[in-house]
């Protein structure tokens, strides 16, 4: 690997600023949390794998499912788009870092701060265990005494800064980074859907912020915004927490689109087919997604009106999704296709994603989903939509990159095989969820009786579990193989169309040395498409932002704070204040160039 | 601007960045993030007590709407010394720029001390969080929006010290306009908050 972009020690990846390594650093921690989120969900499956089974107490289940869920949306899934974003954005817009490196820095390690500390629960006492939308009043102190519930308000604040930073530093990048001639409508769709993503947090994120407030002072000023008995609203909660939690599933999914817009024209050897539908159709998910949160509240009776409302728009949204999918289907129609492992993940995402979408259909419609709610069939859905769409998706993202990152190819074979285990396993482990669900097993339970219909298909799902662990395996394999002794990859293995592949792999610290200048939508499948060669020996090596410690400092205070909270130690609550105000204002003075 | 901006000028192509600089742009991404929030938190406010089951407590008979509507007057004050600030740099008057910016911050820090002498008077008539949804919401919001004139102080003194050390010139002064545009809103949310808090 090249020691220019990721030489120097230790010290010099706590204080780095520069994009590429927050990316890998993003990367390597949402890697460490997925497999946390995976075997938290391999002792559930144990668990469920018979009936009346022993394995896992009712509390511990508890604790697993909660954690799973907070894992997989918050610690795996997001920080690895984050990754992505990371690595991509500038290189994709023909820029040198983001518009704001050092912040850039403070979001990483104030996530990977507030992920060690919301698993830190599991060491002190209990992790939390009301379940990843924590409905009121199952977590008041009445019924959720102690700090368990605590660690999960305190941890998804901490998160909550992390993405509204990083959403922030995205937005400007992209609107005010880009290299000349690259103009909106000829942005790659990755960049495009990383630009909605981060408005989306932006501006849902807020919802579940004030939320986690209330219910923070609920249980520590005793206030009661959640307690009915003082006239509280429970109700309220699930508002907050959806109107947050929609859009929150098109943050989880627009990046994955993103992926996909580019993996299948590079691998089809065409231009992605009606390029401003798939953009436009991204902006419109976007926007419907925030009219259309009670479709998750079906069950608590806000009548027929709201219903049928909500119902509506949840429908609606399924037209420019299903837009996008004859966009993907269209540009492979008729291309050269490239059988590699990338464009298995995609053609796989397509599949399950559709699937994914049918159910959620199903559920749109409020009779149906009075049936379906709260049992194994939800599960299924988002997990054909989440697992089957977006890991597929980062997937098909991860062979596609990897080589740009480290400079070295990944295993054909050893892809392909990943792919297929893991298509089959994903399939045998959640397909059958759907006929549990039918069937009317809940979620959310711990076991379940013999002779209900329930033991065939739980055991071959426990059964599907374990094998879709074991490719997760093969992967991490064809990773090491692939840095211990991958082919190079070259600057474009792929002969791909964007500006990332115009560059050495991996790229030079400063990414571009003049900054190239864009004649249309992918550059370089256009004749002189990047025109002005990245590496012209006889332009000045650029200047970058010099590495800092304040970020890291800085991201340390809050998680004090917190700390504090939890043991209700005012002293160190100060002492978090105290950390936060002096790294800010040692930031602040700190030059960004020295 | 930093070294990884575009010079654009330097190209045949039309300049792709926006007029707004990257820390401006910034703070209006930011302020995007905080309206929704507070929205989040008068909706709520809306929501508990329009549908509160007993009756809501009249304006002035917990709280001591005139101290507090003077306080107001004293952050609408604040408002016009930080557009003084702004106007002086403009001018290229570095004196009347620290001295508006000082008046600004000391009048912030009066407006908390203010609150903190209200939140005091009410803790002392028993008056609580914990005091029915009134007292939550009462103390929420209000406590949200001092915390963020706080932030406001504080990096009001920053800018401060900055221009002291000579730190905005006529030319370029985005810091100066950058709290300004976050004092502003801060600002607009009280007048808010004063209204279906105190008043309605
Ligand atoms: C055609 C598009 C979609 C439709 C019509 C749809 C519809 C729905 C509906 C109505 C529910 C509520 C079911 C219930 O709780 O009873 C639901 C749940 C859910 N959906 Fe979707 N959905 C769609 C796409 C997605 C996507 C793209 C994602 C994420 C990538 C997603 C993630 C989820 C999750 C996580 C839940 C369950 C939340 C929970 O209860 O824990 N959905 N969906
Ligand atoms: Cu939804």
């Known amino acids: 690997m090249s020691h220019d972009t990721y030489g120097g020690g230790v010290r010099s990846w706590m204080t780095t600023v520069d994009h590429k390594r927050i990316g890998i650093m993003y990367f390597v ?30 509390d511990l289940y508890n604790q697993l499912f909660t954690m799973h869920g ?23 817009i023909g820029a040198r870092d983001v518009a704001f490196p050092r912040l850039n820095a403070f979001s990483f390690w104030i996530f990977l701060f507030g992920g060690l500390f919301l698993n830190s629960s ?131 999914i627009l990046p994955a ?66 837009v996008k999918i004859f966009n993907w289907i269209a540009t492979m129609w008729g291309g050269r296709l490239r059988m590699d492992t990338p464009l298995y993940f995609a053609i796989g995402f397509i599949a399950m994603f559709i699937i994914g979408g049918l159910s959620g259909i199903m559920h749109a419609s409020p009779p149906t989903d009075l049936q379906q709610t709260d049992t194994y069939f939800i599960v299924a859905h988002f997990h054909y939509v989440l697992f089957g769409g977006t890991v597929f998706a980062l997937f098909a993202g991860m062979y596609y990159w990897i080589p740009k990152v480290t400079g070295r190819l990944l295993h054909e074979g050893l892809g ?38 329930f033991d065939l298909m739980n055991l071959v ?58 004649g249309g939508r992918d550059p370089l499948w256009r004749p002189g498409g990047a025109e002005v060669d990245p590496e012209d020996p006889t332009a000045p ?54 | ?63 001591n709407v005139p101290i507090t509507a003077g306080n107001t007057f004293l952050l609408i004050c604040s408002s016009v010394t930080m557009v003084k600030a702004f106007a002086a740099i403009e001018d290229g008057n570095q004196k009347m720029l620290k001295v508006w910016l000082l008046a600004t911050a000391i009048i912030g820090a009066c407006f908390v001390g203010v609150q903190a002498y209200e939140y005091t008077e009410l803790v002392h008539h028993g008056f609580l969080p914990s005091s029915g949804l009134y007292g939550s919401t009462f103390f929420t919001m209000t406590g949200f929006h001092g915390f963020h004139v706080t932030v406001g102080v504080l990096c009001l003194l920053w800018v401060a010290i900055k221009a002291f050390r000579g730190g905005y010139t006529q030319a370029d002064h985005q810091g100066v306009e950058i709290i300004g545009l976050y004092w502003h809103f801060v600002d607009l949310v009280w007048i808010i908050l004063f209204t279906i808090v105190y008043l309605i």
Request: without cysteine; positive net charge.
């Open chain 1, 29 to 58: 921690s949402a890697i460490v949390f997925f497999f946390v989120g995976g075997l938290e969900a391999l002792l559930i499956r144990l668990q469920l794998g018979s009936p009346e089974n022993t394995l896992i107490s009712a």
């Open chain 1, 70 to 92: 907070t894992t997989m949306v918050f610690l795996a899934v997001m920080p690895l788009s984050s990754a992505f974003f990371n690595f991509l954005i500038p290189l994709q």
């Open chain 1, 122 to 252: 599991f060491l002190f006492g209990g992790a939390p265990d009301a379940g990843w939308f924590g409905y009121a009043n199952l977590t008041s102190t009445q019924y959720s005494p102690g700090i368990r519930v605590d660690y999960w308000v305190l941890g998804l604040q901490l998160l909550g800064i992390s993405s509204i930073a990083s959403a922030l530093n995205f937005i400007v990048t992209i609107i005010n980074l880009r290299a000349p001639g690259m103009r909106f409508m000829r942005m790659p769709p990755f960049t495009w859907m990383t630009l909605l993503t981060s408005f989306l947090l932006i501006l849902a994120f807020p919802a579940i912020t004030v939320g986690l407030v209330m219910l923070m002072f609920d249980r520590t000023f005793g206030t009661n915004f959640f307690n009915p008995a003082a006239g509280g609203d429970v109700l309220l909660w699930q508002h907050l927490f959806w109107i947050f939690g929609h859009p929150e599933v098109y943050i989880l």
């Open chain 1, 257 to 322: 689109f993103g992926v996909i817009s580019e993996v299948i024209p590079t691998f089809s050897r065409k231009t992605l087919f009606g390029y401003p539908f798939i953009i436009y159709s991204g902006v419109l998910i976007a926007f419907l997604g925030f009219g259309v949160w009670a479709h998750h509240m079906f069950a608590v009776g806000l009548g027929p009106i709201a219903n049928s409302v909500f119902s509506a728009g949840t429908m609606l949204i399924a037209i420019p999704t299903g």
């Open chain 1, 416 to 453: 392909k095989l990943h792919f297929w285990l893991m298509f089959v396993s994903f399939n045998l482990t959640f397909f059958p969820m759907h006929f549990l669900g039918m069937n009317g097993m809940p979620r959310r339970t711990f076991t379940y009786l013999p002779g209900l219909g």
């Open chain 1, 461 to 518: 799902s426990t059964a599907g579990s374990l094998l879709l662990g074991a490719s997760m395996l093969v992967f991490v394999w064809n990773l090491v193989r692939s840095f211990r002794r991958g082919s190079p990859a070259g600057r474009n293995p792929w002969n791909a169309a964007t500006l990332e592949w115009s560059l050495p792999s991996p790229p030079p610290h400063y990414n571009f040395r003049t900054i190239p200048e864009v």
């Open chain 1, 541 to 594: 090596e650029p200047v970058m932002p010099s590495p800092s410690g304040w970020p890291m400092l800085l991201a340390l205070g809050p998680v004090i704070a917190a700390t504090g909270a939890l043991l209700s130690s005012l002293l160190v609550v100060f002492v978090g204040v105290a950390v936060v105000v002096v790294s800010v204002y040692g930031w602040a003075f700190q030059p960004l160039e020295r």
């Open chain 2, 1 to 63: 601007m930093t070294s990884h901006s575009v010079d654009a000028g330097a190209s045949r192509y039309e300049p792709t960045t926006f007029k707004v600089k990257d820390k401006k742009l910034g703070m209006w991404i930011f302020l995007a993030s905080e309206v929704m929030f507070f929205t989040g938190l008068i909706g709520s406010y809306i929501i508990l007590r329009w549908g509160a089951a007993t009756p809501w407590p009249v304006p002035g008979e917990v709280l």
